[in-house]
């Protein structure tokens, strides 16, 4: 059965989430494209992948498609199938009777061989569950189809509301008018408080859905729209909302065991029931794997890494899906963090080798770089049998022996040659890798990081080197289309989070400057000097500033300072010896790149202590 899916657009763009905008941008994009013409749309019950499709006119009328002017969508209904039936000639006959060109319309269904045999003649968007999904693709199937998945998304507070919005328009909702802004507003407190580090994960449609139940309740309850009621509701209908937000998008059924929210780190956690008592750990039972309160590894990690908060909050937002305990036999989370160089990719991945779990994480960094040629595969997996070396153990199975809770830091991707990919490929599907050996090694206790410089270029594109007060907004499309004209699409899809990292504020760069000299202050100490450098002054930090080449980012922070502070008052304290109190150093640089050091007297430490 075939029939329009939509005619005139019935919402403007401004009301369109931010994240859907994108989403959509990127499904017209696949269908635009003359060797694909298609995409996946994944994800689960309930996510607002229907609604997704409704926004594509109204995107495509803002971002019109060369060669790409579809008139509207049809959708194919599953049909049983017939010894005869043909889903083409179905399709064909329709644009018959209703006078439609091929080239002026393109299919929605949820039928995969609808999907294969349509799209030799329209671009087809096929709308499938993430599980029926997976199973489709390890048959062999739509392997080389583009995917968007709505689950893989990471929302704002503004998108989340917008959404709400569009909903209350609608006319279902039980809130009067007058009341709306503020329902919405108290829903929105009471789930990201209840799923703190976590609600950012959950699709729009997720949202719409928990929010016309929770207005349907509060409405029969007679309780109005506060927080507490809202509250009350989510607390009191606990495995209606687990089902709705979690069970749907982490694809974890919360029966078994239950998935309930931490009252004390308020981010969704697994829990034993007391007929389901943990079993002993035999090599048939996956280790435990316990993750740190991740409310303390955000802080942790934003204290360290200087101007780099959203992708922070990006990261572990991902790390609460295994917290949850959603867990299969891939690795616990696999990352892409892209950027330019210097501003934090690798200090954070080492950062979360030592902040994420109870006991601090194995640490692997591999350089990419060394495997630019097809035969340096060997060095990862070891070499066949009858090779040189066979009967040495490879270095992953190495590593994976002594240390199966690792951290692979896999820097500078985009330098690897193509072939060293395939391998991951097995571990990012299965989380499992089979060495030259025949040894199977398990990849299931570990942690993935990739880092890659591919679209700096875009990232940086701003009048100066260093954006002052704000970030500018990277092109979504542009870097999504560097990343697939690098790497295959299969691998891409595998990835669980892309992290985008930011370029450095003024305000991160002053920072960066004045931790430095901390870090100086106790090195110096350390080696038992008795000196303190005083915290530079502004004209200083300026002058530094000044000095950067925004090319190197932190990386080039650290020469200047070393160069320009560090260095001289090394210099000073080396033909100082033998102090036996602490005396307090002052540094100055001058506009001319002069720097002085000296001593800060005793009458200027009192005055600095009365002020």
Not at 308 to 325: E, F, R, T
Not at 482 to 502: G, K, S, Y
Not at 568 to 593: W, Y
Request: net charge negative; hydrophobic share 40%.
């Amino acid at each position: 059965m075939i029939y329009p899916l939509y005619g005139e657009n019935v919402i403007s763009y401004d009301e369109i989430p931010d994240v859907t905008r994108e989403q959509a941008l990127r499904i017209l994009e696949n269908l635009a494209d003359q060797k694909t013409g298609s995409c996946v749309l994944s994800g689960g019950i309930g996510t607002g992948r229907m609604f997704l499709i409704s926004c594509l006119p109204v995107v495509l009328d803002r971002y019109p498609m060369t060669g790409f002017v579809p008139e509207g969508a049809l959708y194919m209904a599953n049909t049983p199938y017939q010894e005869n039936y043909d889903p083409a000639r179905e399709l064909q006959d329709y644009l018959g009777q209703n006078g439609l060109r091929e080239d002026t319309v393109f299919v929605v269904t949820s039928d995969p061989k609808v999907a294969v045999n349509v799209n030799l003649m329209v671009p087809v968007v096929l709308k499938m569950d993430t599980m029926d999904y997976e199973q489709t693709y390890q048959d062999g199937l739509f392997t080389y189809w583009p995917v968007v998945d709505v689950n893989n998304v990471d929302v704002s507070a503004d998108d989340v509301a917008a959404s709400l919005n569009i909903f209350e328009s609608t006319g279902v909702s039980h809130v009067p008018i007058i009341e709306r802004q503020e329902s919405i507003g108290n829903f929105m407190s009471a789930v990201m408080s209840k799923y703190s580090g976590v609600w950012h994960e959950f699709p729009l449609g997720c949202w719409v859905d928990a929010y016309s139940k929770a207005v349907t309740v509060a409405t029969l309850r007679g309780l109005g729209y506060g927080a507490d009621a809202f509250s009350t509701i989510l607390t009191t209908h606990a495995h209606d909302f687990e089902r709705i937000f979690v069970e749907n998008v982490f694809m974890v059924e919360t029966s078994a065991p239950d998935v309930v929210v931490s009252k004390t780190t308020a981010t969704p956690q697994r829990v034993e029931t007391p007929q389901q008592a943990p079993a002993p750990n035999t090599s048939s039972n996956p280790k435990h794997v316990v993750f740190r309160d991740l409310q303390k590894v955000t802080e942790n990690l934003k204290r360290e890494v200087v101007g780099q908060d959203k992708p922070i909050n990006q990261i572990v937002g991902s790390l609460a899906v295994p917290a949850v305990g959603v867990r299969g036999e891939k690795p616990l989370r696999s990352f892409l963090f892209m950027g330019a160089t210097g501003v934090g990719k690798t200090q954070t991945a080492k950062l979360m080798a030592e902040h994420v779990m109870t006991n601090p994480m194995n640490f692997v960094q591999i350089d990419m770089s060394e495997f630019g040629e097809k035969h340096n595969v060997s060095r990862l997996i070891g070499s066949p049998p009858g090779y040189v070396g066979s009967e040495d153990p490879s270095m992953l199975e190495t590593i994976l022996t002594e240390h199966p809770q690792s951290l692979f830091l896999l820097d500078e991707v985009e330098k690897a040659h193509p072939d060293v990919w395939d391998v991951f490929l097995q571990v990012f599907q299965d989380g499992r890798l089979t060495t030259g050996q025949g040894v199977t090694l398990d990849f299931s206790e570990t942690i993935i990081v990739m880092t890659s410089n591919l679209g700096s270029d875009v990232l940086s594109r701003q009048p100066t080197g260093f954006t002052i007060g704000g970030q500018p907004t990277p092109d979504v499309r542009e870097l999504d289309g560097v990343l697939r004209a690098h790497f295959r699409p299969e691998l891409i899809n595998r990835i669980d989070t892309q992290v985008v990292f930011n370029n450095l504020e003024t305000t991160a760069l002053e920072n960066i400057i004045h931790q430095r000299i901390s870090e100086a202050n106790t090195q110096i100490s350390a080696q038992g000097h008795k000196y303190v450098i005083e915290p530079l002054d502004t004209d200083t930090v300026q002058v530094l500033i000044g000095r950067l080449d925004s090319r190197y980012g932190a990386r080039g922070v650290h020469r200047v300072v070393e160069d320009a502070i560090i260095t001289p008052v090394a210099q000073f304290v080396l033909t100082q010896p033998g102090r036996k109190r602490v005396q307090r150093l002052r540094v100055d640089m001058s506009q001319d790149g002069v720097t002085r050091v000296e001593p800060v007297t005793g009458r200027a430490q009192k005055t600095k202590k009365a002020a």
